[in-house]
């Protein structure tokens, strides 16, 4: 079991940036593939990166590339999301979800992640 807490959420305006954290409790967070989803208000949760275990890989969505970057320090047990260049299409609440499985796949379906945090909200303004 893993519980996972986000934070740095806010309001910024278009073209600013923010940086999301998330820390996971426990011993076995390097055991984690780890990754942050979204949801913006009236539509579905959707993926918007991940990364391995060891974070030598990454995954990202196409909305997103270029602009926003998943890191992590397992000796930390934390994840992070650098976001630059932030759109008002960006606004959402953001997640930070962890694969148990994480030793078969960088995973972009939220369906592979088996536990979530309670989200952060982030607000871009035009």
């Known amino acids: 079991q893993v519980q996972l807490v986000e934070s740095g959420g806010g309001l910024v305006q278009a073209g600013g940036s923010l940086r999301l954290s998330c820390e996971a409790s426990?011993?076995?967070?390097?055991?984690?593939?780890m990754g942050w989803f979204r949801q913006a208000p009236g539509k579905e949760r959707e993926f918007v990166a991940a990364?391995?275990?060891?974070?030598?890989?990454?995954v990202y969505a196409d909305s997103v590339k270029g602009r926003f970057t998943i890191s992590r320090d397992n000796a930390k047990n934390t994840v992070n999301l650098q976001m630059n260049n932030l759109k008002p299409e960006d606004t959402a609440v953001y997640y930070c979800?962890?694969?148990?499985?994480?030793?078969?796949?960088?995973?972009?379906?939220?369906?592979?992640?088996?536990?979530w945090g309670q989200g952060t909200r982030v607000t871009v303004s035009s």
């Open positions: 990364i391995s275990q060891s974070g030598g890989s990454t």
């Open positions: 426990g011993r076995t967070f390097s055991s984690y593939a």
């Open positions: 979800a962890a694969d148990r499985d994480g030793s078969l796949r960088v995973g972009t379906n939220q369906l592979n992640y088996d536990y």
